[in-house]
């Protein structure tokens, strides 16, 4: 880290199951954190523009952390982040079936929080809280 780059006291993490194909970690992980963005004004920059004035949407105004763990980890970075209130986004094994937004939602509806799939979990907070909630996961490699 160089003099010009801020630490950031929060912390944007994804937790993906090691056990996801390279596609699903990928398309897990745009939809986990376009949750965040959506629901948490504070992580969202300013927009882009290039030289010759070309406008472009805003992003993450910090780095987002992609981390991985066994199933037992997820379920129970789920657990600490619902302990914790944390802003969270959740993607179950069951959204690879699914092929929009309402069927997703209702995929989660269905079933009871104890006994979700959890294969990709994305949290925001203070760093510290961020980690606990991450305690047994990798960074992903």
Do not use: C
């Not at 929009?100 to 925001?124: I, K, Q």
Request: no cysteine.
């Amino acid at each position: 880290m160089n003099a010009h780059t801020p630490r950031f006291d929060t912390k944007i993490a994804a937790l993906l199951r090691e056990d996801l194909e390279p596609w699903q970690r990928l398309n897990v992980t745009a939809f986990l954190v376009s949750g965040l963005g959506s629901q948490v004004p504070e992580v969202v920059g300013e927009p882009y523009e290039d030289a010759d004035g070309i406008s472009y949407l805003p992003m993450f105004r910090q780095p987002v952390l992609v981390f991985e763990g066994a199933k037992e980890t997820l379920k129970a970075a789920h657990t600490r982040a619902l302990s914790r209130a944390l802003p969270r986004a959740v993607f179950t094994a069951d959204l690879f079936a699914t092929g929009h937004d309402e069927a997703n939602r209702a995929a989660v509806r269905a079933v009871p929080t104890a006994d979700l799939d959890v294969v990709g979990l994305a949290v925001y907070g203070p760093r510290s809280g961020v980690d606990k909630v991450l305690k047994g996961a990798r960074m992903h490699p």
